[in-house]
């Protein structure tokens, strides 16, 4: 028997694993403003009213818990498979190529059901290039769920920035929320080893 994750889910599932395995209660933070998470090299504002949760290894915030809103941050080296595919986002690839991958990837999982993709573009992030890619899915539960995603192409990985909520309440209030987050990150100066994941 195959078990599946759906997308929604996955975030706490996650966290929770993380947590009883560690025996760490969880470290929540709500105050507003930047942080650093230094393992990826990545500073973000923390939004009025928002929680931080504490990784280690990324930058993920909740304004009414992960089910509802969820915005994260992180980094992945080049040459990893992206999930779903045998496809990975590679050094000096274009914009348009690296889309493609995160696109299909999308297109193959079975728990984003009737992708609608609203949103392909170029967009920089932090001053590096990359993508901005606006879909909405149904899940297992026939739930809309809305998700806005940017790709920026660094040096030694790439930055992903991910939005998501339920299309029905909270992602137009999402929208311009995660906006400002995804215009507010810097980047520590490149370095010859690229930020470790995990």
Not at 60 to 87: A, H, V
């Amino acid at each position: 028997m195959q078990i599946r994750i759906r997308p929604t889910h996955l975030a706490l599932i996650l966290t929770t694993a993380g947590l009883l395995t560690s025996c760490v209660p969880p470290t929540w933070t709500t105050v507003p403003g930047p942080y650093h998470a230094e393992v990826i090299g990545v500073t973000a504002d923390v939004p009025q009213g928002w929680s931080r949760f504490e990784t280690g290894k990324d930058i993920m915030l909740t304004k009414d818990g992960f089910l509802l809103n969820f915005i994260q941050i992180s980094r992945t080296p080049y040459g990893e498979k992206y999930q779903n595919t045998e496809l990975t986002i590679r050094p000096g690839m274009t914009e348009l190529d690296a889309s493609q991958i995160v696109l299909e990837a999308m297109q193959s999982d079975q728990d984003r059901r009737n992708l609608t993709i609203i949103d392909n573009r170029p967009a920089a992030v932090a001053g590096y290039p990359g993508f901005r890619l606006e879909v909405t899915f149904q899940n297992e539960d026939n739930l809309t769920v809305h998700e806005i995603i940017y790709v920026a192409l660094t040096p030694g990985s790439y930055l992903v920035a991910l939005a998501r909520s339920p299309d029905r309440y909270y992602a137009e209030m999402m929208t311009g929320v995660f906006e400002k987050v995804v215009s507010s990150i810097q980047l520590d100066p490149p370095t010859e080893e690229a930020p470790k994941k995990g």
